[in-house]
């Protein structure tokens, strides 16, 4: 009786076939997975900015605050603004000392939600989800806010901060949202980034010629701290502008002199390390050349 049956020479070149296709195919797939995510983010940063446009038409040509009011303190004798932790997304879904309902609405994430309809374009998709710290927001609070709370990985040009739209240079080239914290998404807050160093008194804004809020003498005119690597698409980050244009821009490769990347060293994982500053003459307030409204 004669059988019919492979060699093992041949199913070992089945195998190696098999094998190389993989090797082959693999990537291809992983790199259009990737191009579909980067679509994606393109997609969300562009309705976020057209919804950010369509609620300052609404309030005389003024973006949304990135800072949320601190009621605390009296605007004459202390800062009114809230400089750290963001604000809780959606308004409302967890209070406490820092976070507080009637605060966080009037901050970017709850305010342009009329206009947006969906919380869930702040997300940067595919990335990992962070919690807040336990002295901002405890577990306790967490659990009682589940199935209420969104993750947030979008942030907004802290430097337009309540800034008038008619006073941005050239609205093509300056950032209005990014994903500013990295490849990574906070539970429940939404951040600006950069911020304002409102930590003086009075009003907060933007000034080309000085620091943006009264009291302050030294330093820079507004703060940033970027914990994740930057690039969140294969190598680029993803930026929508003050004209609702969003692109795709390489990062991460230093040496960057803040048009085209806004930070000039990284360390070994990508992480920004060095910012790009701009001053003008004969002032002291130095900003983020790449994302100051008089770019």
Known sequence: MNRKAF???????????????????????????????????????????????MYAGDYDDVLPFALTPNSA???????????????????????????????DAQGFASSVDPYRKNYDLLTLTGATVIREPSYLITAAEYDAGKGRLKTPGLTMNGLLHAYN???????????????????????????????????????CVFNPGGYPQAGLTSGNGDEWNVWSPLAVHSGVMVYAHTDTSAKAR??????????????????????????????????????????????
Do not use: H
């Open 7 to 53: 060699t093992l020479i041949e199913l070992l070149v089945v195998i190696a076939i098999i094998a190389i296709l993989a090797a082959i195919l693999f990537p291809v797939f992983a790199q259009a997975k990737e191009a579909a995510k980067k679509a994606s983010s393109i997609s969300n940063v562009k309705q976020n900015a057209t919804a950010t446009i």
């Open 250 to 295: 390489r990062v991460g490769v230093g040496g960057g002199n803040g048009t085209t990347d806004p930070f000039t060293a990284y360390t070994a994982d990508g992480r920004p390390s060095v910012a790009a500053r701009c001053v003008l003459p004969g002032t002291t307030a130095a900003y983020l050349c790449y994302f100051r409204p008089d770019l």
């Open 165 to 203: 739209m008619g006073q941005i240079e050239q609205v093509s080239k300056v950032p209005l949202y990014w994903y500013g914290v990295g490849k990574q998404n906070i539970e429940g807050v939404a951040v600006p980034m950069p911020r304002l160093r409102c930590s003086g008194t009075g009003p």
């Open 73 to 103: 303190n009296n605007p004459s004798t202390g800062n009114p603004w809230r400089r750290t932790g963001g604000m809780a997304t959606p308004a409302g879904w967890v209070s406490n000392a820092r976070y507080i309902p009637a605060e």
